[in-house]
């Protein structure tokens, strides 16, 4: 499939002149099917991202995040990618895709993109393939195919768990009908297991990195980064496995693949980055992924699973910044994305950690609470070390839909835990621009289409229409946030150093003159000395800091 392309664009800049950027960028998630509709089909397309991108300028973002935006069926939101080189035609094309990135370079906003190595589409034409030759023909080998096992081959090759709950194996029928070999797929059916001991499949996944670096993009975000790599002798899972003893996560040979895309990023002019979506509980083996010729930066998904509680908060944040520093790697702050309940849900129950095995239909939240929180938790995470992640719509404070009707959901994270997950369609219901009722100016007036999934009447107060003069809403606060980040000398990356601070609180200084104070207490604080206060998530009462809040002060040397 290599190399079948036009011609690279040769007039995109390359974004060189601050080769750290990386470092201390805030990068805002682009979810592309609910960003906004440019063509009236309630399906959020190129168009509309590129009519809103002077907002993100304004919002005050370095980069952008596209979940994948290729040809798929969309089983599982686009991570199931037919062709890697195409634009998903309800998306748009990818003329428009190319000039996207050029636009938003323009503006000084870089262009991350998705890329999902470790499963294809069922509808990829490998596979397809694979599924046409049969069993021991060479297609197959690109994937997991393997014999049943039992005296009918009718029981799965391994009980390996999935991460979508249910079967990691489903049984083919051969050309003749007669029922085949099994093949692996540690998310849906739909997204078969690539092998990467394949020389193919290696090569195939360089080129179209190649492909899209060509094409200006600024780095990529690497989907499912500790998976690719399995024991070809597929053990069962340990009980508890050891270091490097999982058979299809986290297992050593994968630094080899890291290493190999790190020389092919570096290889282009500016600095390119490669981000890991790396779910693991053992941090010293995360930051391995971070040394300095593999990974740029991974997410910090620890921070956001953590409840909200002052000393869970910063035993992460310790953490964190301990594994971190051996490797020279920054950290990444990420309050929530496509798959995870919104901040504002979240944080307003009784138990505020996140789990996905936790995530039940009707657990009971307190909104105004939530949001409260989140406002706290913004500035928390702007002011901390490293790069920050913005996931579209936490900017104005949007709440996890709960009550999408049972026949709009799409999410096989729903349909494979039979009903018990929500799934996560209420984190990706799209955008509300303006207006009093849905669209909110989603889609172009008089489009032929209602959104592809329904926006709640109560969103009518969340618009950026509503909040953008409003300095009480959750998009001013992100917007001064964000340009106090920038203009501060002490933020992005950089030392931390923590001050002594009463039970629930916590405070640290970044750089000489600047102090976040943020209070999980249930009593009012007093603020330390300062001279002004730049910024406060709830405004002061007598002068003290209230409960579920966070203030930046400006200090004395
Ligand atoms: C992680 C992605 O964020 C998620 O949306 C997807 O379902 C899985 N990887 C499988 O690709």
């Not at 694979?130 to 009980?159: K, Q």
């Not at 092998?195 to 990195?209: C, G, K, M, S, Y």
């Not at 657990?363 to 105004?368: G, K």
Request: charged letters at 25%; hydrophobic letters at 40%.
């Amino acid at each position: 499939m290599a190399g079948e392309n036009a011609a690279p664009v040769a007039t995109v800049p390359a974004p060189a002149d601050d080769a750290q950027w990386w470092r201390s960028a805030v990068i805002y998630q682009i979810y592309p099917r609910s960003f906004a509709d440019g063509n009236g089909d309630g399906v959020g397309d190129l168009a509309g991202v590129r009519q809103h991108l002077g907002y993100l300028r304004d919002l005050g973002v370095d980069a952008i995040w596209f979940t994948p935006w290729y040809a798929s069926p969309l089983a599982d939101g686009g991570y199931d990618v037919a062709d890697y080189r195409e634009i998903n035609p309800a998306f748009g094309r990818l003329a428009e895709a190319e000039a996207l990135i050029r636009e938003a370079l323009a503006l000084g906003i870089r262009t991350i993109i998705d890329v999902v190595p470790n499963h294809v589409s069922d509808q990829h034409p490998w596979f397809q393939a694979a599924l046409a030759a049969g069993p021991g023909a060479p297609e197959r080998d690109r994937f997991w195919f393997r014999p049943g096992r039992g005296p009918a081959g009718d029981e799965m090759p391994t009980g390996w768990p999935s991460n979508f709950s249910g079967d990691t194996w489903t049984r083919t029928t051969n050309p003749d009908g007669t029922p085949g070999e099994w093949y692996l797929h540690l998310f849906s059916p739909q997204q078969p297991d690539l092998n990467w001991d394949h020389p193919d499949v290696r090569a195939e996944h360089e080129d179209i990195l190649r492909f899209w670096l060509d094409r200006g993009v600024a780095g990529v975000r690497i989907d499912s980064a500790a998976l690719l790599v399995k024991d070809p002798a597929l053990p069962e899972v340990p009980v508890a496995p050891g270091p490097g003893e999982h058979p299809n996560q986290d297992r050593d040979e994968l630094h080899d693949i890291y290493r190999s895309w790190r020389r092919l990023a570096d290889s282009y002019p500016g600095t390119r980055v490669l981000v890991g979506e790396i779910w693991l509980p053992d941090i010293d083996r995360f930051a391995k992924y971070l040394r300095p010729d593999e990974l740029h930066t991974a997410f910090n998904f620890d921070f956001l699973a953590r409840p909200w509680d002052a000393d869970e908060l910063r035993a992460s944040i310790d953490q964190t910044l301990a594994a971190h520093a051996p490797v020279g790697a920054p950290s990444t702050w990420v309050l929530s994305n496509h798959d995870v309940t919104r901040p504002v849900t979240r944080y307003g129950r009784e138990d505020s950690s996140f789990a996905f095995a936790k995530k039940r239909r009707g657990t009971p939240t307190d909104l105004a609470l939530g949001t409260r929180r989140a406002r706290a938790a913004a500035l928390l995470t702007v002011a901390l070390p490293g790069s920050l992640y913005l996931y579209q719509g936490d900017e104005l404070g949007l709440p996890e839909v709960e009550d999408l009707p049972a026949d709009r959901i799409e999410d096989p994270m729903h349909f494979r835990s039979g009903g018990v997950d929500p799934g996560r369609d209420g984190c990706r219901v799209p955008l509300p621009w303006r207006g009093l009722s849905s669209p909110f100016g989603f889609s172009p007036a008089g489009a032929s289409a209602e959104p592809w999934l329904p926006q709640p009447a109560s969103w009518a107060a969340l618009t950026v229409q509503a909040q953008q003069s409003d300095p009480s809403s959750m998009l001013w606060l992100y917007k001064q946030a964000l340009r106090l980040r920038r203009a501060e000398p002490g933020l992005g990356d950089g030392p931390l150093t923590w001050r002594e601070a009463p039970a629930g609180v916590l405070v640290f200084d970044r750089g000489e003159r600047f102090v976040n104070v943020t209070n999980l207490s249930d009593a009012p604080v007093a603020l330390p000395e300062h001279t002004a206060i730049l910024l406060s998530s709830s405004p002061l009462v007598d002068g003290m800091l209230p409960t579920d809040s966070t203030a930046w002060l400006r200090t004395q040397h």
